[in-house]
C-alpha cells in the first residue's frame, strides 16, 4: 500500500496543470477509499493544499516538487541534536528548530545581498 500510495502521489504532482493533477487526486482517493478509507479521506482533507505549487511559473516548480530543502532542514536539526543528545521537553525542541529555520533565513537573505551586489558591479 505505501509504494502504491507514494506512486500515485508523485503522479499527481507530475502532472502538466493543476486541473489534470487534481482529476489524477480524485482517481488516487477513489482507488484507496474501499481498503484504505481513513487514508482516502486524509488525503481528501490534505492533499489538494500540496498542489499550490501549480500557480507558480512552471521554471519555479521542480524546485517546490523536491524535498532537497526538508531534508537540509532536517540535517540541521540532527546535527544540532547530537550535541544536545536529549530534549527536557517539546519546548526545547521547537527553540531549536526555530533557531536552526532563523539562522537559516538569516544567511539566506545575506546570500540574497550578495548576489544583487555582484550583479550590480557586473
Known amino acids: 500500500m505505501q509504494q502504491a500510495t507514494k506512486t500515485g502521489l508523485q503522479d499527481v504532482w507530475a502532472a502538466p496543470h493543476r486541473t489534470e493533477a487534481e482529476a489524477r487526486l480524485?482517481?488516487?482517493i477513489e482507488t484507496l477509499r474501499p481498503q484504505h478509507k481513513r487514508l482516502a479521506i486524509?488525503?481528501?482533507e490534505t492533499a489538494p493544499e500540496t498542489l499550490?505549487?501549480?500557480e507558480l511559473p512552471e521554471e519555479h516548480r521542480k524546485?517546490?516538487?523536491?524535498?532537497?530543502?526538508m531534508e537540509h532542514?532536517?540535517?540541521q536539526v540532527g546535527r544540532r541534536r547530537r550535541g544536545i543528545?536529549?530534549?527536557p521537553n517539546e519546548e526545547s525542541l521547537l527553540r531549536l528548530t526555530t533557531a536552526s529555520q532563523s539562522s537559516a533565513t538569516s544567511s539566506g537573505a545575506r546570500r540574497?545581498?550578495?548576489s544583487s551586489r555582484c550583479r550590480r558591479h557586473n
Open 52 to 54: 499550490a505549487f501549480f
Open 112 to 114: 540574497s545581498t550578495w
Open 42 to 44: 486524509w488525503l481528501e
Open 85 to 87: 543528545r536529549i530534549f
Open 63 to 69: 524546485r517546490l516538487r523536491t524535498t532537497n530543502g
Open 73 to 75: 532542514d532536517h540535517m
Open 26 to 28: 480524485s482517481r488516487l
